[in-house]
Each structure stands twice: as C-alpha cells, then as structure tokens.
C-alpha cells in the first residue's frame, strides 16, 4: 500500500473513531443538545479529506501516520470541548479549519523545496523575537491569568508564543547547522548567541511570568544544539543556566513563587490558590480505570456551576482523564509518544543537517510542550499556562500546531521521495 | 548526528512516559484517598447523581430519609429529604454536600449507596455504566415505632434529655429521642451548622446535634441501685428478706452521709428489709451493701451490664460513649477498691456517668431474665429490588445476673411503681415495673432525674429509660410520669391525656 492510501485508511479510522465519541457524547447528553452535534463529526471528517487529498498532492512520499494521529488529538480534543461547552467547540472547529487552510497553504508553497527557508532564518530569529516582544508592549498586550502571553488587536485575540516557537525552531536549524563545527571546538567567544538564548529566555520568563514558555524555549533550543554539536557538556552547562537564572527570578517573581509552593503543597491553600490543581487531582483521580465515559464526567457543581476553571484550555487533560480514565487517557499519551516517534524517525532519515535539526527541534518541541503541560496538571513539574497541543481550545495554538505538523511532513517527504518509501 | 537525535528522541519519549507514570499514579495509585477527601468537589456532586436509600420506620410507610430528584445541567441529581424532620434527626443524622454526615447516614453510607454492591462483576458495572443507570441505594428499615418515637418527642417537649424505649428479648430499639432536636433539612443549605448552633433550650449548651440518648453522659442517682442491687442479690448474700436498720444516714470514712442533702426530710425509716430500701430508694441501706460488697463488686455487675464499653449499636461509634466511672474527662477502670467510695458508688454517685441507652440496656436486662441483648437500630436492610439484604437477629451481649435474680429484682421495682418513688409510671390495666433517680448537679435544687423501667411487669415487652436535665422535682415526678406514655403507646394501650 502506498504512503497516501494508508493515511487514507488511517484517517478513515480516526473518522469512525471522532464519530464514535460524538455520538457517545450526544447519547450522554441527549437532554442538553441537539443532533446536530453529529453532524461536526461529518464535518471533521470532511476537513481532514480536504488535509489529505493536499497531502496527496504535494508531499506524495511522507510518513502516513503523522496526518492521521494529529486528527485524532483534534478529534479527541473537540469531543471533549464540545462536551463541556458546545459554542467553544463551534469556535475552536473554525479554528481547525482555519488551520488546515494555513496547513495546506505551507505545503503548497513549500513543496518544491522548503529548505530555502534556510537563507532567511534570521529573518525568522528577528520574528521570533519580535512576536515574543509583542504581549509586553502597551495597548496590545494582555494578562490573562496571570500571565502576559496574549496580543489583543480588536476583538482578535492571540497568543503568539507558539508561532514564536516554530520561528525559533526555524532559525535554530539553519543557524546550528551553519555553526556547528564551530560550536563544537568549543571556545568561549563562540557561545555569544547561546548566552543570548539564554537571555532571552530569562526576560521571557520575566516580561510573561511564565516558567513554561521560558522552559520550552530554552528546552528546545539545548535539545537542539545537543543535536548539532553532540557535546552533552552544553546541555549541562545550559540547564545550570537556566535553572540558576529561573532561581533568581524565583526570588523576586511573586507569582513564580507563588506557582512553586503551590506544585509542593497545593492543600496548603486549597480554598485559594490550590483549589484548581487539587480539583484537577480530583478530576483525573475520579477517572480511575475506566473512566465515566465521554459526557458522563462531573464538572459542573449541583447549581450548574464550573467546578474546575480554565477546563478546556490548561486543564482539558484533566476533564479527559475523567471521562475515559486511565486506559483512554494511557492511550492519549500513547499517541503521543507514537508521533513523537515518527517525528524523530523522520529526523533520522532526513539527509542533510537542516532537515535533520528542523524535524528534530519541532518534535522535540511538541514532546516538551506535551511534557510541560501535562507534568504540572500531574504536579511532576510547576504548574504553567500554556496548551496540550492539538487538543486545547485555543486558536494559535492549533495553528501552530498544524505548521508544525506541515514542516515535519515536508521533510519526511523528501526523505521519502529518495528513499522511495 | 543520528546519534544525538536518538537520544534526544528517548528522551522525549521518556518525557512522555513519565507523563503515563503520572496517570497511572494519580487514577490508580492515589486515587482512592484523593476520593475520600472532604473538598473533592467532583465526588461531592458526584454523590447527588446516587438515589440514595430510603430510611423508613418500623412500619415502613413512615419515610424518615427520602430523596427529590430534580435536573441541573443535564444530570439527575437527588437531593436528601428528611420528611419527619427533626423526630429521628439523632438516630438518621444527615448527609450534605460538604460530604459531611452523621448518624446511620454516615455509618450505613455503604448500604445507602450500594457500594456494597462493588462485588458485581466488572462487566455488569460497566453496562450499567454505559446504559448510564441511576445508582440506586438499599432502604433501611428502622425498629423505631414512628407513633411512640412523636409521643416522646412531645412528652420531653424541647427539654434537655432523652428517652430510649427497647424490646428487652431482641434488643430492637422502639424508641430513641434526644431533646432539643434539630431539622436535619437545614444542612442541605448553607449555613446549617450555624442554624443549628441557634437552636437554644433550657440547658447551656443546647447542643442539639448532640445525640443524648447515646452519648450524653448522666449521674444516674438512684437508677443505678438496681446494678447494687444485682450485685447484692446475685450473689446470695443478700435477699429481698434481708433485714437493715436505717437511721437516716450511714457512716463513710468517719463521716455522716445523709439520706437527703435536705436534712429536713424523715431522718430515718428504721427497721426495713431490702424491698423496702429499694421501694423507697433509700440510701444508707445501699451505701451499707456498698461498703460489704467493695467498689469491685458493685462495677464488675455494672460491667456484665455493659458498662465500661460502648453499647454496640448501627450509629457511627464517635455518637456513643461508654458509661461507668469518669475521671477527668475520661473513663476510669479502677483497680484498687480504695479508689473508689463504695457507699456513694452503690447508690448511684461518686464518679458515675451514664447514658440513657446504658439505663435502657439495665431495665431490659431485668425484664428478660437477665441476658443482655445488643440494642440494634436497623430491622432490615433492602435493595432497591426488594430482596432483603442483611436482617437483623438477637443477639446476646452476655448475660448480666441469675434468672432468680432478675426475679427479685422484677418484685422490687414492681413495688417501687405499686406504691414506692414511681407511682407516676403506673398504668392502669399494666403491671409496670421501675426505678427513678434523682441526682444533684451542684446547684441547690436543681437535679438530673432519671427513669428507668418496664411492662408489663409478668411479660416485659419494652424496657424504657427517661433522663432530664436540669429539673427542679425528683424522677418520680418528673421523670417517671413522661414514661407512661412512652410505654402506653409502644403496648398499644389507650393513650391518655399527655403531660406537657
């Protein structure tokens, strides 16, 4: 079977399945919404078609699985907010369709040959640094729960951090693999930029108050420079960094002092600041094995009240974790795993450095976000705002998710077009 | 490079396995506690979605605990309705929201909510899961008689104290009221502990969640002579012929007791035999037994009683209290007799505490021959689909004192109803048999009075103890007489006019 027909069957899969936990949400739920609630699995499914048919057309040869298995954490994902919230999950659909349309665009315009992004990775440093910049500046930008990650224009509202992340991870390739060599003797006067990184990171930290951004970024960039100069001393010497300048904002950042004692002991104040992370324990504890069932889970209180808040955007892990316990949830992150699999499998089989560093920074980037999010609702890290890909509410986030998957795709294209997988 | 990003790659891969670690720890392994946590908002919603049994009275048409189904957000939740309000509120207790609860709602909770139903196989939890099956709990059905428990609750009429009513050959418990009472209604909303703390009555604190029957702990006075007694009798020493000579007191430690605080009362009844002395309760006589039988003896009848343990019953073990000797606050088991005033002890002072179910389980010990039964609350208990579950049987806690000796004892408080202290018990057609107490708190002339006895005399079917707070007359006027209704509604006989 070629690459294309078994995304095909794939996605067919992942269609029964999507459909499948529609219907078990309306069959849940039947006194609270309408059949027309199927009819978004049609329409999913329908969009995904549309995804493949461009995959089809532009990258013939790329990995099949990769397609497929984000459709399913957007399928699981717009289950679980059309189940707490049917007009967030008519929203976030847009943004899905949105997103497939950027998704197709970047395919098409870069299917000849995308490593021409190369020669402009410093214009994709600058927007990096640019988009990162954006939620400090006045008037735009916006705090939400704390943290400034948001760009208001209008009633447009975005969060650029996550575009700001694939520039990075653009900009990275093409720089590491330009400055490898020299990177890897090691000489003092060569690690500039990386202090740079490193600062950067830091007024990240400082200008968001968000640990999970500044960690991500960071994160992303070690794993990448490890990756072009093989010397695990950097690494070493990164994270000291990181962790020795995120203790000394920690000193003087209320708020991350305030997200550390939480993550030790959240009963400490669980009326107050603990509340939503012990509720979120709750929640996954009350999955169990097997869970409640999609639309059967507990989130409203007895008056029809929000038990956990942010549910659908930091805390959906949560609400999922409830409703197919922890054989679904086990899954979930099983698929994960799967994609981050075929995401660095792709990096291996890609020829040449840029590729090679691209495909493995973006994987890497979204196991590390997965991780990040997902360890502090588990409370194996501090807690931080930011989204489980593919699966959170949150426009930017599924559009970048989407660019990530394309770039991803593009070079498994190319590897496969020589290896004529 | 192929090296590197295969190690970054197990790296990312641990990452995302540590992530079902995680999980696993959380669903699996935490869980449960993280469960039984009283803030876990999701089981408190949780528990509204299970249509908890019902409680019913022994006649099982009176609805004690019911619930109202009512639809929010696309979820049935039943919400707890107590329909007799505060009648049963010390023995039902309440379940709320906040995951707090008391009485059988919290000791029977496994029952109420058929979880103990778990042993089901796992795929017929997971049908009903997927058909989506309301939770059903088991109805418990109660041995209290709704009509004689309204009747004590009106005798007492917002007093302080309580009253227990048993069947003294199976240990059912007919009656069981505590005064003041609370609406166990209140907790559904907000505020109700503090609702309740308003609650006020003739005794500082009012306490109204206080179960008094089975916690409260009382001097019991001269109720506590039928325990001497059966050590006197049990024994053989002593028979209802034996002879002693009353002068009014008796002589403790080179010390006058006196018969009466008030000195101005008959200083003496001179000759009498032991009908007599219990007949019309008299002290010195039972001080004399106390100081010939020790302290040891006196405790060692009380402990066959059930003294000196909590009497089994279904209400959570946090709502009962031991009777016996007090200390400090605390229960004292002595082991010397010199620790004890024997005289004092044998009618029914030194440290004595005891409550009203304690006095209960005495009367009824006598009136079955001398075998203690385990008081039990719950008749039956019945799942959803009619099939009984758990019956409750008699069972023995031991026996007390000699089937003679229950006789003797059965003659001596007939004598006291006949024409001794408790003539205010008397029904007319029933031959009742009783004691009262009477104990001073402290505070000249106020008292805490007691009652305890049963009918008919000839064929005991109930045994009933009445304990007062804070009265002004004796147990044989203010205990004894809220008695007779008691007992009068549980025999059936016509009941008269009730005193207030």
């Known amino acids: 079977m070629s690459a294309r027909n078994r ?143 948001w760009v208001r224009v209008g009633a447009f509202q975005f969060q650029p951090g996550e575009l700001a992340k694939l520039m990075l991870i653009v900009f990275l390739a ?248 | 490079m192929n090296k590197q990003i295969t190690r970054l790659a197990v790296t990312g891969v641990a990452l995302i396995g540590a992530l079902i670690v995680a999980t696993t720890y959380w669903q699996a392994w935490a869980a449960p506690d993280l469960q039984d946590r009283q803030d876990n908002a999701i089981q408190r919603v949780a528990q509204f979605t299970v249509k908890r049994g019902r409680i019913l009275a022994s006649d099982r048409r009176t609805v004690v605990a019911g619930n109202e189904a009512r639809r929010v957000s696309g979820k049935t939740f039943y919400f707890r309705r107590y329909p007799q309000r505060g009648l049963f509120a010390h023995v039902v207790g309440y379940s709320n929201e906040a995951r707090s609860r008391a009485g059988l709602e919290q000791s029977q909770n496994d029952y109420l909510t058929a979880a103990n139903e778990n042993l089901g196989t796992v795929l017929d939890s997971t049908l009903d899961r997927i058909r989506g099956t309301t939770v059903e709990g088991n109805d418990l059905v109660l041995t209290l008689d709704a009509r004689a428990q309204r009747v004590a609750r009106d005798v007492l009429g917002g007093r302080c104290g309580a009253i227990v009513a048993l069947e003294p050959r199976t240990g059912r418990v007919l009656v069981l009221v505590s005064s003041p009472s609370y609406d166990p209604n209140v907790f559904q909303g907000k505020n109700g502990l503090a609702r309740v703390g308003r609650i006020r009555a003739d005794c500082k604190p009012a306490n109204a969640l206080y179960n008094r029957a089975t916690s409260g702990l009382y001097a019991p006075g001269s109720t506590f002579k039928v325990v001497t007694a059966s050590a006197a009798l049990d024994g053989g020493r002593y028979t209802l012929e034996s002879k002693f000579d009353d002068p009014g007191f008796c002589v403790e430690y080179g010390r006058r007791v006196y018969n009466y605080f008030d000195q101005t009362l008959p200083s003496g009844y001179g000759r009498v035999d032991f009908l007599d002395a219990m007949q019309f309760s008299i002290n010195s006589v039972f001080c004399n037994i106390g100081k010939r039988l020790g302290p040891l003896a006196v405790l060692d009848s009380a402990r066959r009683f059930g003294f000196f343990a909590k009497p089994p019953l279904e209400t959570p073990e946090a709502e009962r209290r031991a009777s016996g000797l007090y200390d400090r606050g605390r229960l004292f088991r002595p082991k010397d007799p010199s620790d004890v005033d024997p005289g004092r002890l044998a009618f029914g002072q030194e440290r004595l505490l005891v409550t009203p179910l304690q006095m209960a389980m005495v009367a009824a010990a006598v009136a079955a021959g001398g075998t203690v039964l385990e008081p039990h609350v719950i008749d039956r208990i019945v799942s959803p689909g009619g099939r009984t579950v758990l019956e409750s049987e008699p069972k023995a806690l031991g026996r007390a004192i000699e089937r003679s000796t229950a006789a003797d004892l059965t003659t001596m408080m007939k004598a006291v109803v006949a024409g001794g202290t408790a003539t205010a018990a008397q029904i007319p057609g029933v031959v009742v048999a009783g004691k009262t107490g009477t104990a001073e708190t402290g505070v000249r002339g106020v008292n805490t009075t007691s009652f305890i006895g049963f009918a008919p005399a000839g064929a005991p079917r109930v045994a009933i103890a009445v304990i007062l707070e804070n009265q002004r007359g004796t147990g044989g006027k203010t205990a004894a007489p809220l008695a007779r209704p008691v007992l009068q509604a549980l025999l059936g006989t016509t009941s008269n006019s009730v005193e207030g």
């Open chain 1, 7 to 149: 995304e095909l069957a794939n996605l067919l899969a992942v269609g029964v399945l999507t459909g499948l936990g529609f219907a078990s949400v309306y069959i849940a739920r039947q006194s609270e919404i309408s059949t027309g609630s199927l009819s978004y699995a049609g329409f999913f499914f329908g969009l995904y078609l549309v995804a493949h048919a461009v995959c089809r057309f532009t990258i013939p040869y790329a990995d099949p699985y990769l397609l497929p298995m984000a459709a399913l954490l957007t399928g699981i994902g717009l289950t679980a907010i059309y189940r707490l919230d049917p007009e967030d999950a008519f929203r976030q659909g847009r943004w899905i369709a949105i997103s497939v349309v950027f998704f197709a665009a970047i395919l098409l315009l870069l299917r000849r040959d995308y490593r021409r992004l190369e020669s402009y990775k410093y214009l994709f440093g600058l927007g990096a640094l640019v988009l990162l910049a954006l939620p400090a500046l006045p008037g735009i930008g916006e705090t939400v729960n704390g943290a400034r990650l």
């Open chain 1, 174 to 421: 093409g720089y590491l693999r330009e400055k490898r060599e020299v990177l890897a003797q090691g000489r003092l006067k060569d690690f500039g930029p990386l202090l740079l990184i490193w600062g950067g990171a830091m007024l990240v930290l400082v200008q968001t108050n968000d640990l999970g951004s500044a960690l991500l970024y960071f994160g992303i960039f070690l794993g990448m420079l490890y990756v072009a100069t093989g010397r695990l001393a950097f690494v070493i010497a990164g994270l000291a960094l990181f962790l020795g300048g995120s203790y000394a904002v920690y000193t003087f950042v209320p708020r991350v002092q305030d997200r550390v004692s939480i993550w030790l002991d959240p009963w400490k104040d669980a009326q107050g600041a603990g509340y939503q992370i012990i509720q979120s324990s709750y929640s996954i504890a009350s999955g169990g094995f097997g869970g409640t069932g999609f639309g059967r889970g507990t989130f409203t209180g007895t008056g029809g009240d929000q038990v956990i808040p942010f549910l659908n955007t930091d805390f959906i892990y949560s609400a999922i974790a409830q409703e197919v316990g922890l054989v679904g949830a086990s899954a979930l992150l099983l698929v994960y795993m799967l994609f981050v699999v075929r995401g660095f499998r792709t990096a291996l089989l890609a020829d040449d450095g840029f590729s090679k560093l691209l495909a493995a920074g973006l994987t890497f980037g979204f196991a590390l976000q997965t991780f990040i999010i997902l360890g502090g609702i588990l409370r194996l890290i501090p807690l931080t705002g930011i989204t489980l890909p593919f699966v959170s509410y949150g426009g930017s986030s599924v559009l970048a998710n989407f660019a990530l998957l394309g770039g991803i795709l593009l070079v498994s294209n190319r590897a496969g077009a020589r290896g004529g997988a």
